[in-house]
């Protein structure tokens, strides 16, 4: 697949868009501007690319919205060679902004066909994450405490074992609601023992599922 001059200018596009909706952080931006969303789509989808709508991927899941990547990725505030974990990889396509940005990518998929597109993707654009296959729900303690986590899909509570992952003074960003609508939540943890959480708009995800894929 090839990235020619008009992806790019399509690309430009929609970050001008995402940034009249309100995206302020340039290096999210700078980020919408250089990753390929159209290599993430499946074939009947690449002409949509970089229309700012979500579609699907298989498996049931989706390739979110560009303003929801950007929107939960502005709320993260992931520093260069942060450590993050993604509950959620999909397409890829988040795990490859936040690659771009240059955090230190973890990240967990569910559904094996998913997975191992994803990190065949990556490797392939020189991106380098580490890939798990398994339940995001859980985490991953053995790698953790983690800098951020970012959850990209829906949860009907927010995992306790995540929120013991996060370092002291980490930031957790996860949908948090039933299966109809999600509150994007924002969960930075203060102390040991205190989190602090705030609320930032509604927004439709898939749900998050929990136990062995």
Do not use: W
């Given at each position: 697949?090839?990235?020619?001059?008009?992806?790019k200018g399509l690309?430009?596009?929609?970050?001008?868009?995402?940034r009249?909706?309100?995206?302020e952080?340039?290096r999210?931006?700078?980020?919408?501007?250089?990753?390929?969303?159209h290599?993430?789509?499946d074939t009947?989808?690449?002409?949509?690319?970089?229309?700012?709508?979500?579609?699907?991927?298989?498996?049931?899941?989706t390739?979110?919205?560009?303003?929801?990547?950007?929107?939960?990725?502005?709320?993260?505030?992931a520093e260069?060679?942060?450590k993050?974990l993604?509950?959620?990889?999909?397409s890829g396509?988040?795990?490859?902004?936040?690659c771009q940005?240059?955090?230190k990518?973890?990240t967990?998929?569910?559904?094996?066909?998913l997975f191992?597109?994803?990190?065949?993707l990556?490797?392939s654009?020189?991106?380098?994450?580490t890939f798990?296959?398994?339940?995001?729900y859980?985490?991953k303690p053995?790698?953790?405490?983690?800098d951020?986590i970012l959850?990209?899909?829906g949860a009907?509570e927010?995992?306790?074992?995540l929120k013991?992952?996060?370092?002291?003074?980490g930031?957790?960003?996860?949908?948090?609601g039933?299966?109809?609508?999600?509150?994007m939540?924002?969960?930075?943890?203060i102390?040991?023992?205190?989190?602090?959480?705030?609320e930032?708009?509604?927004?439709v995800?898939?749900p998050?599922?929990?136990g062995?894929?």
């Open positions: 697949m090839t990235d020619s001059y008009r992806h690309r430009r596009n929609l970050a001008e868009e995402i009249s909706k309100g995206i952080d340039e999210v931006l700078d980020a919408v501007l250089k990753v390929p969303r290599y993430f789509m009947g989808f690449v002409k949509y690319a970089y229309k700012d709508q979500a579609f699907p991927i298989g498996c049931g899941q390739i979110s919205q560009p303003y929801t990547v950007a929107f939960q990725t502005q709320l993260l505030e260069k060679h942060c993050v993604e509950v959620g990889t999909g396509y988040q795990a490859a902004i936040l940005m240059g955090a990518v973890y967990i998929e569910r559904h094996r066909d191992i597109k994803a990190q065949s990556l490797s654009m020189g991106y380098k994450a798990f296959y398994g339940d995001g859980e985490g053995a790698y953790g405490p983690f951020r959850v990209t899909a009907q927010i995992p306790g074992k013991l992952q996060l370092k002291t003074g930031i957790m960003v996860i949908p948090v039933d299966s109809s609508c999600q509150v939540t924002r969960v930075e943890r102390t040991e023992e205190e989190f602090k959480v705030t930032h708009g509604r927004f995800f898939v998050l599922l929990k062995k894929p």
